[in-house]
C-alpha cells in the first residue's frame, strides 16, 4: 500500500509540473495556404499562372483543331494520292503532331517550373517574418493550421504574417 502511495504521489507531482510548464508555453497558429493563396505576391504569380495556361490551353485547342482537320483531308485523300505521296503527308503530320507534343509537355512544365519557383520565394519571405514574430513575441511553437483540430482564434498570426508580407514582398517576376 505504502508502495501505491508513494507511486501516486509521485505521478500526480509529475503531472502538475508537466501540466505548469505547458501553461507558460505560448502557442500560435499560421495557415500557410491561406498566406500563399491570399498576399499580394501570391494572388499575382496565381494570376499571372493562370492566364498563361489558359492562353496555353487555347492555343493548343487550336492546335489540335488543325491536326485534326489535316488528319482528316488526309484521310479523305487517301484512294486519291498515290502510296507514296500519301506516306509522304502522313510522315508530315506525324512530325507535326510530335512537335505540338513536345511544345505542350515544355509549356507545362515552364508553368510548374514557375510555380514552384514562385512559391519557394513566397517561403523564403514568410519564413524570416514568422521567425521575427516569434522572437518579438516570445512565442514557443508555430502550428500550420492544416496540422490543427481545433484552437482559439486569437492564437491565428495568419493576417499579421500577410500584412508584413505585402510591405515586404509586393510582387513576384515570374517572366
Known sequence: ?????????????????ITHSFAEQKLVVVDMKFILNQSKAGKEAQDFLKK???????????????LKKEESDLLSQKTVLTKQEYQKKADELRKKVIDYQSQRRSSLDKISTQRSKSREILLKKINPIIKTYINENNISLVIDKK??????????????????????????DLK
Open 147 to 172: 496540422y490543427l483540430l481545433a484552437g482559439n482564434n486569437e492564437s491565428d498570426i495568419t493576417k499579421i504574417v500577410i500584412e508584413k508580407l505585402n510591405k515586404e514582398l509586393p510582387s513576384i
Open 1 to 17: 500500500m505504502k508502495k501505491l502511495t508513494k507511486l501516486f504521489l509521485i505521478n500526480f507531482f509529475l503531472l502538475i509540473s
Open 52 to 66: 498563361s495556361f489558359t492562353n496555353n490551353q487555347k492555343k493548343f485547342t487550336d492546335l489540335e483543331a488543325n
